[in-house]
C-alpha cells in the first residue's frame, strides 16, 4: 500500500504486506529528514533519519528514501504487522533549529 | 531510563485558573522542548530550552510561561487561558538541539473550559 503525502492522509495495508509512506518537504536547506511514529495516547517516538547528503538509509523493517530533486521523503515499512498501526509524521530540522513536523498519515494495518 | 515523564495526564482547567504542566528526564539530555497538538495535527513547537536557558520562543503568548528550574526539569505555567488552547502538549529532550531524535513524552490532554 502507498500512500501520495497530503492528499491521502489515511493508509490501510493488508498484514505481512510492504507499506510505503510518501512526504513532500518544503525546505530544500534541512540538514535533516526525520520519520516519527505516533500511536493512540502517546507522544512521538523517532523511527530514523536520513541526512541529506544521502538518497537511502535502512532500519530494522523500515527504509527512509529522500529524493531532493522532488523533495520528496519515504518511508517504506517491510511486512508490516498490527503494531505498525499509528500515525507516521515527517519532519526536517536544520542545524539547531527547530524540528519541524509535516502532516502526518494515519497507518492501519488490517490483520 | 529512556522516559520523560509528564504530569498531570488530564487537566481541566477555568480560563481563570492558573495550573502548571511539570515534565522530567533523566537521561542527561541538554534540551528541552515544549509542542502543543491538537487533533489530527502534527505536533507544533512552542519553546526550547538549551542548558536551561530559552532558546527558541515560537511566538507563544504569554499566557503560557515556559521554566526550567534544572536540567531534568520543564515546566509549563498557564494562567487566563482560552478554550482554543486545548490541546495536548508534549514534552520532549534530546541531547543536544541539533540533534535529531528527541525523546517525548505521553503529553498533558487539557481542556480549557
Known amino acids: 500500500g502507498e500512500s501520495v503525502g497530503l492528499h491521502l492522509p489515511t493508509l490501510s495495508v493488508q498484514e505481512g504486506d510492504n507499506s510505503i509512506i510518501n512526504c513532500a518537504y518544503s525546505n530544500s536547506a534541512s540538514d535533516y529528514f526525520i520519520w516519527y511514529k505516533q500511536e493512540s495516547g502517546k507522544g512521538p517516538q523517532f523511527i530514523i533519519d536520513?541526512?541529506?547528503?544521502?538518497d537511502k538509509r535502512q532500519g530494522q523493517r523500515v527504509t527512509v528514501l529522500l529524493n531532493k530533486t522532488v523533495k520528496h521523503l519515504s518511508l517504506q515499512i517491510a511486512a508490516t504487522q498490527p503494531g505498525d498501526s499509528a500515525v507516521y509524521f515527517c519532519?526536517?530540522?536544520?542545524?539547531?533549529?527547530?524540528?519541524?513536523f509535516g502532516t502526518g498519515t494515519r497507518l492501519t494495518v488490517i490483520p | 531510563d529512556t522516559e520523560v515523564t509528564q504530569t498531570p495526564k488530564h487537566l481541566v482547567m477555568g480560563m481563570t485558573n492558573k495550573k502548571s504542566l511539570k515534565c522530567e528526564q533523566h537521561?542527561?539530555?541538554?534540551?528541552m522542548y515544549w509542542y502543543k497538538q491538537k487533533a489530527k495535527k502534527p505536533p507544533e513547537l512552542m519553546f526550547v530550552?538549551?542548558?536551561?536557558?530559552?532558546?527558541i520562543n515560537e511566538s507563544v503568548p504569554s499566557r503560557f510561561s515556559p521554566e526550567c528550574p534544572n536540567s531534568s526539569l520543564l515546566n509549563l505555567h498557564l494562567h487566563a487561558l482560552q478554550p482554543e488552547d486545548s490541546a495536548l502538549y508534549l514534552c520532549?529532550?534530546?541531547?543536544?538541539?541539533?540533534?535529531?531524535?528527541?525523546?517525548f513524552g505521553q503529553g498533558t490532554r487539557l481542556t480549557v473550559v
Open positions: 530550552y538549551s542548558y536551561e536557558k530559552l532558546s
Open positions: 537521561m542527561g539530555h541538554r534540551a
Open positions: 536520513i541526512r541529506s547528503n544521502m
Open positions: 520532549a529532550s534530546s541531547q543536544g538541539i541539533s540533534r535529531t531524535e528527541a525523546f
Open positions: 519532519a526536517e530540522k536544520s542545524g539547531a533549529n527547530n524540528l519541524f
